[in-house]
Structure formats: structure tokens, C-alpha cells
């Protein structure tokens, strides 16, 4: 087939271009491929590890009251899974297994756990709350306020606003407690199930 003048000096300049940089297209393309490719068995991987992680947490939620059984298998979730959000939700259930069995020291060590590793806010809000509960039925009430300074999810301001209060009426510290449930109460709605609690917590101490 002939091509007329234009057609042809429109096929050199393609020649010409891909001689100068067709190499470097190539390359960039291969690159763009190896990237996808990994891209897509990362998420293979990562698929494969939530599946056999999931296998593991349904087996630690069988495991209902047995407190030796439950440790066992959060610790395996958190030394080969520890990526997935399972490790955090095991190491939750572990803590509430071992507080249960008044293993103070193994519940604030899994609840550490979960604040340090876990993959989801409100997991790591929730750790914190009950590390708070933990450390004040050792009296440690400093710690314990250390662990309630701000919620990462907003949703869960009211529940560590009326924790705070908590520790500072058994510390002793009535103002201050009437303070946090009074702000507790400010962020709940009028027919949160624990808004009326609240409301007497506060009354009992004459600060209504």
C-alpha cells in the first residue's frame, strides 16, 4: 500500500520517536505491570490472612470461660495476625477472660496489646476504658486518668467522660467528677440507656 507525503513523514516521526523513547515506554509499562501484579497479590495475601485469622477468633469465641483456651489462641492471633482486626478484637476478649478469672496482670497486658496494635479506633477506645477499670480496681487512679484524656472516635466522648468520673469519685475528687458527668451528660442523648445512671452518679454527689 502507498502512502502519500504526509503519511509517510507521519511514520518517520513515529519511528523516530519510538527509537528515542520507546525504550523508556517499555520500561514504564513493565513497571506500571509489576506494580499492579503486586498490588493484587498483596491483597491476596492480606485475604488469605483475614480468612485464617477468622478461622482462629471463631474458635477463641467457642471457647467461652475458658480463660486458658481464649489467651492461647489471642496469642497466636497476635503473633501471626497481628495485621488483621481480629488480633485486637481477641485481645479484648482475652482481657475481659483473664479480668473474669482475676488475672489483673494478663487482662492489662492484652488490653495494652490492643491499645499499642489494634487496627480499629474504636477497639483501641474501647481497650482504654477498660484498662481504666482495671487499673482502678487496683487503686492506680493517676493511671488510670492517664488512659481517658480524649477518645479517638468521637462516638465514644460520653463513655470516657463518665469513666473519668468514675475515677476521680474514688479518688476523692468530687468537684472534679461532677465536672466529667456533667460533660458525660452533654454528650449523651436524652434517651441514651445509661443517661439516667449517669444522672445519679451525679446526684449522689450533691453537684446536681
Not at 519510538?18 to 523508556?24: E, F, L, N, P, V
Not at 482486626?85 to 492489662?108: K, M, N
Not at 454528650?187 to 454527689?205: G, H, M, R, T, W
Amino acid at each position: 500500500m502507498a502512502f502519500d507525503l504526509q503519511e509517510q513523514e507521519q511514520i518517520a516521526e513515529l519511528k523516530a520517536f519510538w527509537q528515542d523513547y520507546g525504550r523508556h515506554i517499555a520500561l514504564g509499562l513493565g513497571l506500571a505491570l509489576a506494580i499492579f501484579g503486586g498490588w493484587k497479590g498483596w491483597q491476596a495475601w492480606e485475604n488469605n490472612q483475614s480468612n485464617k485469622a477468622s478461622a482462629i477468633y471463631a474458635k477463641l469465641d467457642a471457647a467461652a470461660g475458658d480463660a486458658a483456651a481464649i489467651k492461647t489462641a489471642a496469642a497466636e492471633l497476635q503473633k501471626d495476625y497481628s495485621r488483621t482486626a481480629y488480633a485486637g478484637r481477641a485481645a479484648l476478649v482475652a482481657a475481659r477472660a483473664a479480668f473474669s478469672a482475676s488475672d489483673l496482670a494478663t487482662a492489662q497486658s492484652e488490653l495494652n496489646w490492643a491499645i499499642a496494635n489494634g487496627r480499629e479506633a474504636s477497639i483501641r477506645d474501647v481497650a482504654r476504658i477498660r484498662l481504666a477499670n482495671v487499673l482502678m480496681d487496683q487503686k492506680k487512679y493517676d493511671e488510670a486518668l492517664s488512659q481517658l484524656k480524649s477518645a479517638e472516635e468521637q462516638s465514644f466522648g460520653a463513655l470516657y467522660a463518665e469513666t473519668r468520673g468514675d475515677v476521680l469519685a474514688l479518688k476523692g475528687d468530687a468537684a472534679g467528677a461532677g465536672e466529667a458527668y456533667k460533660q458525660a451528660l452533654a454528650k449523651l442523648p436524652k434517651d441514651a440507656p445509661n443517661y439516667k445512671f449517669v444522672e445519679i452518679k451525679l446526684e449522689a454527689l450533691g453537684s446536681h
